[in-house]
């Protein structure tokens, strides 16, 4: 295993081969039976002991069973995934779990030293996980054309989080907690997603993918996980602003998935009563499945 941070722009050296003894056209190394359970375009999942829910370390990770679900679907053992705003790591340590290489981005430095702390030291097989302190529109500098066979991640929803919370998703005394009236953002370094609205977040998604474009195989996945915001009063549609942005710059959407989350939240709030109809968004995300067509 090799587990390495970079912060200089040169071309990394992956042996993408399939480790596997799967059909070329196989898409994945999953059987029949495994292959049914993900089938229904509704997924749950839980955070389990290894996944990080201190908000004092990343104000919002997805659980390792998220990517991992992406990798065992999309990919084979021995091939190359991509998370183009990394963050802890997730979806690096889900590729290594699962016998795959992966490399990931991320601007903050301080994130990407706690992402290293997260790997399995032994009893793995030989994989390269590769962590790289950069601006994900230079993703290009580093991989070589129609290496990549999944790029899978969670991005900064747009500017939501760029407002003081007030955890109206809770209820009475449990509002009060320690993230109560705080901004959580990410960073406010202006190449931050989590600094833009809705239209300048999806264009820029657009120019980092229109990048990423070459590097997939054909027919290679490309996911991300995001959800929509509300806005003063107003509901911002994130996700129909980054499948827009996607299919400009080549990609074919796929599917839509529907991450119920429904058992992660607790003791929910009252939004918009008796006056004001507003549906709970953080019981649902959208999983946006896209690919790079085969011509």
């Known amino acids: 295993m090799v587990v390495s941070i970079l912060e200089t722009s040169k071309k990394i050296n992956f042996d993408t081969k399939r480790t596997c003894s799967c059909e070329p056209n196989h898409i994945n190394c999953l059987t029949a039976k495994e292959w049914t359970k993900y089938q229904v375009a509704i997924w749950e999942f839980a955070y389990k002991k290894r996944d990080v829910r201190d908000k004092s ?4 990770v997805f659980p390792i069973d998220l990517p991992a679900r992406c990798i065992e679907l999309f990919t084979h053992r021995g091939e190359l995934v991509l998370d183009p705003f990394a963050g802890i790591g997730s979806t690096l340590v889900a590729a290594q779990d699962l016998g795959r290489n992966a490399i990931g981005f991320d601007l903050k430095k301080e994130y990407l030293e706690f992402a290293k702390t997260r790997f399995a030291q032994d009893n793995v097989e ?3 996980q590769i962590l790289v302190c950069d601006d994900a529109h230079n993703i290009p500098e580093y991989l070589d054309e129609e290496s990549l066979s999944l790029t899978v991640t969670s991005p900064p ?3 939501i989080l760029n407002r003081p919370r ?7 005394n449990l509002r009060k907690n320690d993230q109560y009236l705080k901004v959580e953002q990410y960073s406010n370094d202006p190449r931050d997603l989590g600094t833009m609205d809705a239209p ?3 264009e820029t998604i657009g120019e980092i993918y229109s990048g990423i474009l070459p590097l997939l195989k054909p027919k290679a996945h490309a996911v991300i996980n995001l959800t929509d915001l509300w806005w003063e009063n107003k509901r911002v549609l994130i996700h129909t602003h980054v499948i827009d942005a996607m299919i400009k710059v080549g990609y074919e959407l796929r599917n839509i998935i529907i991450w119920d989350r429904r ?4 003791g929910v709030g009252i939004f918009g009563w008796p006056n004001n109809y507003i549906t709970f968004g953080t019981t649902f995300e959208y999983i946006l499945d896209f690919w790079k067509p085969a011509q």
């Open 126 to 128: 030989p994989t390269k």
């Open 166 to 172: 007030t955890n109206k998703s809770r209820r009475g």
């Open 57 to 60: 370390i990343h104000p919002a």
């Open 263 to 266: 058992n992660l939240v607790n």
């Open 157 to 159: 929803y747009s500017n």
């Open 200 to 202: 300048k977040f999806a």
